[in-house]
T-cell receptor, first 112, second 115 residues
Framework: AQTVTQSQPEMSVQEAETVTLSCTYD???????LFWYKQPPSRQMILVIR??????QNATENRFSVNFQKAAKSFSLKISDSQLGDTAMYFC?????????FGQGTELSVKP | GAGVSQSPRYKVAKRGQDVALRCDPI?????LFWYQQALGQGPEFLTY????????KSGLPSDRFFAERPEGSVSTLKIQRTQQEDSAVYLC?????????????FGSGTQLSVL
């Protein structure tokens, strides 16, 4: 069965600093996709970054990058130059086939 | 519309009442998903449609939960005889082609409170 685990319920970082959010997952498939979604207080999930499992190169999107370790089934998110607007819940998610499975979330607070 | 629209935004129901939650996906989007998000938790998968076909309903917690998408666009999630444990935010999401690597577009959810 697919599982996604985020072991950090809460994190905080100073504005302009770098923070890393952890995620591990389990799947029996070889081809799958991993995502990080951001959920602000408005509740609307926003895609931050995605990674295809067959690609070895780590995905990057501006200040956001991932460290994808396929053998270890680890998929961490690094946020550089943190901004106040990055304050939100962050969810790691795994998709194989139809459904998208989410982790429990990490609440990130960026402090001025 | 420009995004995924869900209504109502808030719903209060008395225990035992039936409720219907509506999702308007982005026009032309093939796939539609329903999730249940309890307070402080990650979204839990409920069900998934490809056009009007319900391909996976393995996440529906009981036979009190029913979802439909009769014309392959608007979807309704119905909960019969609501219980307190049904209190949660219900999120709807859609994607264009339904491919596994596609981005999902989410609505802002319906917050259901069962008293």
């Amino acid at each position: 069965a697919q599982t996604v685990t985020q072991s950090q319920p809460e994190m905080s970082v100073q504005e302009a600093e770098t923070v890393t959010l952890s995620c591990t997952y389990d799947t029996s498939e070889n081809n799958y996709y991993l995502f990080w979604y951001k959920q602000p207080p408005s509740r609307q999930m926003i895609l931050v970054i995605r990674q295809e499992a067959y690609k070895q190169q780590n995905a990057t999107e501006n200040r956001f990058s991932v460290n994808f370790q396929k053998a270890a089934k680890s998929f961490s998110l690094k946020i550089s130059d943190s901004q106040l607007g990055d304050t939100a819940m962050y969810f790691c998610a795994l998709r194989e086939g139809g459904k998208l499975i989410f982790g429990q979330g990490t609440e990130l607070s960026v402090k001025p | 519309g420009a995004g995924v629209s869900q209504s109502p935004r808030y719903k209060v129901a008395k225990r035992g009442q039936d409720v219907a939650l509506r999702c308007d996906p982005i026009s032309g989007h093939v796939s539609l998903f329903w999730y249940q998000q309890a307070l402080g938790q990650g979204p839990e998968f409920l069900t998934y449609f490809q056009n009007e076909a319900q391909l996976d309903k393995s996440g529906l917690p009981s036979d009190r939960f029913f979802a439909e998408r009769p014309e392959g666009s608007v979807s309704t999630l119905k909960i019969q005889r609501t219980q307190q444990e049904d209190s949660a935010v219900y999120l709807c999401a859609s994607s264009f082609l339904g491919r596994t690597n596609e981005k999902l577009f989410f609505g802002s959810g319906t917050q259901l409170s069962v008293l």
